[in-house]
DNA sequence: GCATTGACGAAGG
DNA sequence: CCCTTCGCCAATG
């Protein structure tokens, strides 16, 4: 992860959302990807809680590309209308069908993976 | 300061 | 293989 991102001086949101606006476009990763990738391992639920907020920061987070393990978007309902969130990532280039991100294993974007470079 | 909760994840039955 | 339970940890009441 970025060398910047320090949970001493960061705070746990922050974090969150420096890692999930650096998510490529037409790629995606899940919540516990990105807690990993942050340190905190076990804290995944906490990452989908600050999605919740996310809408509200500057800039605006690119929250429809985090999803869970499986790659089903359960945070769909957050984002106003049921089917936001599907759009966003169809604009991304993500295919999505039956609240699923087709080929997730391939769209896949490990953060503390692929961040290292 | 304790109890509940949550856009999760892994393990067990 | 589907469903339940448990663990995780920070935020919220």
Redesign the pocket.
Known sequence: MPQNLNKTTI???EMVYAVVRLIPRGRVT????V?NSIG????????????????AVRPKVP??R?????G????????GTATA?EELLKKDGVEVKNDVVVDFLKRFWDPSKELVL
Do not use: C, E, I, P
């Open positions: 705070d746990f949101f899940s919540y516990g990807a807690a905190t391992k076990g804290t995944s639920r906490m990452v989908g809680w600050a999605m919740n907020t996310a809408h929250a429809q985090v999803v869970n393990r499986n089903m978007l359960t945070g769909k309902h957050h984002f969130m």
